[in-house]
């Protein structure tokens, strides 16, 4: 029996070409997936890159893969990572190293 595949989305990173990722042009990413409206996202930033601080309308969830990130205050390395509610405020996010990330969010 094969099990089936509806309802899933599987991405291959391989195949999958980089955009740009945020506004300053120091980060990239591969979207891996989406699902329900949300979307699975692989970023490399830069250190220096900064994040545009925002409210969460939804949950967002976060795993730091390599390197070292300062959010809301707090030194994540890798293996660290977050779940921010729906309704909670981004204010501070910067790569204080070069970075690899999941994020996991609904836009």
């Given at each position: 029996?094969?099990?089936s595949?509806?309802?899933?989305?599987?991405?291959?990173?391989?195949?999958?070409?980089?955009s740009?990722w945020?506004?300053?042009?120091?980060?990239?990413?591969?979207?891996?997936?989406?699902?329900d409206g949300?979307f699975?996202?692989?970023v490399?930033a830069?250190?220096g890159?900064?994040?545009t601080?925002?409210?969460?309308k939804y949950?967002?969830f976060?795993?730091?893969?390599?390197g070292?990130i300062r959010?809301q205050?707090?030194?994540l390395?890798?293996?660290d990572g977050?779940?921010?509610?729906?309704g909670s405020t981004?204010?501070?996010?910067?790569a204080l190293?070069?970075?690899?990330?999941?994020?996991?969010f609904?836009i």
């Amino acid at each position: 029996m094969i099990p089936s595949l509806e309802g899933w989305e599987i991405g291959r990173a391989q195949g999958i070409d980089w955009s740009p990722w945020g506004q300053e042009g120091n980060a990239r990413a591969k979207v891996i997936g989406s699902a329900d409206g949300y979307f699975v996202a692989l970023v490399e930033a830069d250190a220096g890159y900064r994040g545009t601080p925002h409210e969460h309308k939804y949950a967002e969830f976060f795993y730091l893969l390599a390197g070292q990130i300062r959010n809301q205050g707090q030194v994540l390395a890798a293996g660290d990572g977050y779940a921010a509610a729906a309704g909670s405020t981004h204010e501070d996010f910067e790569a204080l190293t070069p970075s690899t990330y999941l994020s996991i969010f609904k836009i």
